[in-house]
């Protein structure tokens, strides 16, 4: 096949869509190989000029959620959202994560946010295993409709729980075995083991770690 002898190039000055401009981050984000795209790289790789996509969108940041990227130099993220990422990432590779996995999924943080807030990697760790092992009162989860009267706990575990249940039993399947250190691509789960819709509370003797397989496979029946 031929290749055709015209192509339509884009007229200087043409109003750009919203569509383009999104696909074109993405576009850049993955000739960068990043789960996100700062600026300056995309002012020597994009299409279109940064300040259009700031202008469309109001934001940098903006423009990267709407094109489903982690956020570029965000400041003034909280402690919580810096350890929650930190620990989506223990639990995903059952094992402390490395600085360079921060640039792949499920993280959605970049090493920047960490570095400002703790100084370096080392300390950033340092700081989400002081805060998960420790005991200070966390916001409860706010209960409605006929169950709130009879439950002294959310259904979801805190950043917290999750985090000594995950360790309680060694980022490992309370049922099969599997671990995502050993085997990339187990997903582990925090369970309850008398399930919540059964009356089941959301504390640690009532919590498992399961695997998605194993998860499933349990559906809504009571473990053991």
């Not at 792949?104 to 703790?118: C, E, L, V």
């Not at 409605?144 to 039993?169: F, I, K, M, N, Y």
Request: glycine share 8%; proline share 6%; with cysteine.
């Amino acid at each position: 096949m031929t290749e055709a002898p015209f192509k339509l190039s884009r007229v200087s000055g043409a109003p750009v869509s919203d569509v383009e401009l999104i696909a074109d981050l993405q576009r850049v984000a993955q000739l960068l190989n990043s789960d996100t795209v700062p600026q300056k790289k995309y002012g020597e790789a994009g299409a279109y000029d940064y300040s259009t996509v700031i202008r469309r969108f109001g934001s940098w940041n903006e423009g990267l959620r709407l094109a489903g990227l982690a956020l570029s130099n965000e400041i003034n993220m909280s402690d919580e959202r810096l350890f929650e990422n930190l620990l989506d990432l223990w639990q995903h590779r059952g094992r402390q994560p490395r600085r360079s996995e921060l640039s792949s999924p499920p993280s959605t943080i970049s090493q920047a946010p960490y570095n400002r807030r703790f100084g370096s990697w080392t300390a950033s760790l340092e700081a989400f295993v002081n805060y998960a092992n420790g005991t200070g009162a966390e916001p409860s989860t706010v209960q409605s409709g006929p169950e709130a009267a009879r439950r002294t706990t959310g259904r979801d575990p805190s950043l917290r729980l999750r985090w000594h249940v995950l360790q309680r039993d060694r980022f490992t399947c309370c049922a099969c075995g599997a671990s995502p250190a050993l085997t990339p691509g187990v997903e582990l789960h925090v369970d309850h083991i008398l399930p919540w819709s059964k009356g089941g509370e959301t504390a640690l003797e009532n919590l498992q770690t399961l695997c998605s397989i194993c998860n499933l496979g349990k559906s809504n029946m009571r473990a053991g």
